[in-house]
């Protein structure tokens, strides 16, 4: 280690007690084994053997040391001199012990040599002892550590051992230390793990001979004794890791069930801890019963009725000072298990509809279901057949549950009503239901009386015109009709269902422009065909 980061000490002499001299064993002996202790009157006589410096024969060698803190031990050299035996110990009242092993050794050391004396902890109580080879020579001992800080940290809580003597309602710590201090405890509690130990009020533990003692206690893991001394600390848990009682809950009704089991005489207790109060707030009343019978394990039940929804329970041991507190939190979600399945199934009923209404309709647009009124005038099967295709092909492109009404589909009603009544029935649900009436022109159109009829009756904003290329032109259109939209198909399908609000995504096909959706491409196919049929058998 350099020079520069030793840590060099010279320190006042320590002498024993004035007027003893301590024997040494003779230089052949071990310097390893148990030094031999005694006590005796100054003789005169006896020093005159040792070196003749002044006062120097009373006080012991002189000697110097560094600390080598990386190498966990301390070099001493001595000044020009006789030969001088080392030695590190633990100062206690009347003497200084030797450490344990590996670590009691003596070393020899003379001028121009240095000896390292390695140690286990750095302690306050941690001496370096000189003294010569000669018998009944004065020993000279330096106690430095004292006052370092270092000596009262880390090395020194891992010098005490720890033993633990819990039991019941008792919390019980014996210390064995190295040095002789009196250290100071009490009762700290963490949260979790590895969470800091908080001090509890009023929770000093008794000491005597090195053993705390702490009365009235609910003996938990994360109930805890921290040790301290001067500005130093250490927080020692019980050993043991299993709380001594334990505590399970179900609910019944509006009822809950605590299932205390517990090995001990004590009484338990549990309130409602409402939300927003914190973790260790509750609110009356409060709930107890108690464990009376012999030592064997019981099982006892506490019964408490629901008073906060959302909220928790608090559970405690209550005959004790310093209580560890349980928050119990009930899952009362399976009490609501029905409606959730009842919702899940309405929810997956309407998501099937508004599927189904979605993949019918094909054009974007939201639209209403208004009716439309398809008339027309066919006077043969293919013409019949040309309107059915065109009405499926409409309900088909409007989509989203719009009804297209055609007589051809209502066949039955039509025979049994008549067609006008029919006809009257079908326009006043269009005017009420604020549909469109779309009437199909041919060369073969409605006769003039129920065609007046008709146009008086329903407003012109609500009757739109269309024709087949094929089996009329816009010069065989009657002038009272020339004034409504007119619409020519199939070329002017696409603006037909605009204005019937079925969107504009539909295009009729050709250049320039997107085909039609795929459902709808064989219809379009199929009135084609149906149209040169129609307008074939007609020429």
């Not at 070196?51 to 060698?61: A, E, M």
């Not at 409605?446 to 009329?472: D, I």
């Not at 079925?502 to 064989?522: D, E, N, T, W």
């Amino acid at each position: 280690m350099p020079a520069s980061a030793q840590r060099k000490l010279l320190s006042s002499c320590c002498l024993s007690e004035k007027g003893h001299h301590i024997s040494v064993p003779s230089p052949g002996s071990s310097h390893k084994g148990q030094r031999s202790k005694r006590t005796q009157p100054s003789d005169p006589g006896a020093v005159e053997e040792l070196p003749r410096q002044g006062s120097q024969k009373h006080k012991g060698p002189e000697f110097s040391f560094d600390l080598l803190p990386e190498a966990r031990a301390i070099r001493v050299s001595v000044p020009p001199g006789h030969e001088v035996s080392v030695r590190l110990c633990h100062q206690w009242a009347l003497e200084c012990e030797d450490l344990s092993s590996p670590f009691d050794v003596q070393k020899i050391v003379s001028w121009g040599h240095t000896a390292d004396l390695p140690y286990e902890f750095l302690l306050p109580c941690l001496c370096i002892e000189a003294s010569y080879l000669q018998e009944d020579t004065v020993r000279r001992k330096k106690c430095p550590f004292q006052s370092w800080p270092e000596a009262y940290g880390s090395d020194f809580w891992k010098s005490v051992h720890f033993t633990d003597h819990s039991q019941h309602s008792q919390m019980v710590m014996a210390l064995t230390l190295r040095c002789p201090l009196k250290l100071e405890a009490s009762l700290c509690q963490r949260q979790g793990w590895h969470t800091l130990c908080e001090d509890l009020p009023n929770a000093t533990a008794q000491e005597s001979d090195g053993w705390y003692v702490l009365e009235k206690v609910d003996l938990h893991p994360h109930f805890c004794f921290k040790f301290s001394f001067r500005n130093s600390s250490h927080v020692e848990c019980p050993h043991q890791t299993a709380p001594s009682w334990n505590v399970s809950m179900d609910t019944q009704a509006q009822q809950l069930i605590l299932h205390f089991f517990t090995r001990m005489h004590a009484t338990f207790s549990a309130a409602w801890s409402p939300p927003g109060l914190g973790q260790d707030s509750w609110a009356p009343p409060v709930y107890s019963i108690s464990q009376t019978q012999g030592s064997s394990p019981v099982t006892l039940d506490l019964i408490i009725p629901f008073l906060w929804p959302g909220g928790c329970v608090l559970v405690w041991r209550s005959d004790v000072r310093f209580a560890w507190k349980h928050l119990l939190c009930p899952d009362v979600s399976h009490r609501r298990l029905g409606i959730l399945v009842l919702a899940l199934l309405a929810l997956t009923t309407l998501l099937g509809i508004v599927l189904v209404l979605t993949c019918r309709r094909v054009l974007s647009g939201p639209g209403r279901a208004r009716p439309v009124l398809l008339l027309h005038a066919a006077d043969s099967d293919a013409q019949r057949r040309l309107v059915g295709a065109l009405a499926e092909l409409l309900r088909i492109a409007l989509g989203g549950g719009r009804d297209v009404i055609v007589d051809l589909w209502e066949g039955t009603r039509v025979a049994r009503v008549g067609p006008l009544p029919w006809l009257w029935a079908a326009r006043a649900r269009v005017v009420r239901e604020r549909g469109t009436v779309l009437l199909l022109w041919s060369r073969a159109g409605p006769r003039p009386a129920p065609l007046r009829a008709l146009l008086r009756a329903a407003p012109r904003p609500l009757l739109l015109l269309a024709y087949f290329s094929r089996l009329g032109v816009q010069g065989d259109i009657p002038p009272s009709l020339r004034a409504l939209p007119r619409y020519r198909l199939l070329r002017d399908l696409p603006r037909l269902l605009r204005a019937l609000d079925a969107g504009p995504s539909l295009h009729a096909p050709g250049r320039g422009r997107r085909s039609p959706p795929p459902c709808l491409r064989g219809r379009l196919e199929l009135c084609r065909r149906l149209e040169l049929e129609a307008a074939t058998l007609a020429h």
